[in-house]
């Protein structure tokens, strides 16, 4: 007989035992899971709400957003709440292609795509939520804004939003410190706010141009010895431009080569030279030169002397 009742009977080969409670049922008294497959007593089995399909209630997952039980290849974790789902409450962002909960996506006001809330930033300016790839930081105030929307500076093409809160910001620098200043490496015109001090050369240039320790990446890598086969424009020094070198300044009379490098406004240069030195001329140094380009050319640095080793070039002191 059946261990159910109402105990009908059968014959030894119509008689299955129930993987979950090992008692024996017949054929017509049990049912697979959808989920391990396993012959179990159907009165076991629970229903998905979404697909009808059957599995044990141990099996099943809840949807934490309805309290559904779904079997668990019907739900997802929702990339906003991190809580696993009915995937057919999710949407999936048009941007990183991540899941999120249909109701907690948001639309980008300026590329009209659904995106996870966390893809945008609201716009200072017109309080939307909007993909940050559409914005930009005003260089005056820190405010960001739609890029479209901010005005931009003639000469340097940085942007800014343009209203009263950006021009006070603007007067209390007037009464401080100059607002524009001009990049001695690019030569392009920007906010004073966004240039420093090249440690090597004592140049004013953009703090975009400088390595991490404050130095005109460029330069650095010509001293480092790396830059002739990593920056595009480098070349050797050579004729007029060496012996101009060796007239300039003492310590680089006896200067034997050198590689440089072009500004993207082709009017300033900076050089690592290799040069000897001392008494008999048996010291090697390795100076970093910074001249803007004219008839003659002019040193904008005192040459800057250091030595080189397997990690780089090291400044010597004077």
Known sequence: PSARPPHRLGLTHELVVCELTGQRLLRDEVAASSVSGKMVDDSLLVLSAASGRKAIAEEMAICEATGERLLPAETSICTITGKRVDVRQLDRSELSGLPGL?????????????????????????????????????????????????????????????????????????????ILGQCQWTGRTLLSSLLDRCSITGMRVERTELNPNGELSVLRRLLDGTASATVEGSQQLVGESMEWLRSTRPELRGAQDGVACRSSNRRTIVACVKSRTGLLGLTTVYFGIAAQIGNPPVLLCDPVPGKRSASGWQRQVR
């Open 102 to 178: 249909e109701s907690l996506m948001v639309r980008c006001s300026e590329s009209g795509k659904r995106v996870l809330p966390s893809e945008t930033v609201r716009c200072d300016l017109t309080g939307q939520m909007v993909l940050k790839s559409q914005t930009q930081e005003c260089v005056v105030t820190g405010r960001r804004s739609i890029a479209r929307l901010m005005q931009r500076c003639p000469t340097s093409g940085v942007g800014y939003i343009e209203d009263d809160a950006c021009r006070d910001r603007m007067m209390q620098l007037a009464g401080t410190t100059e």
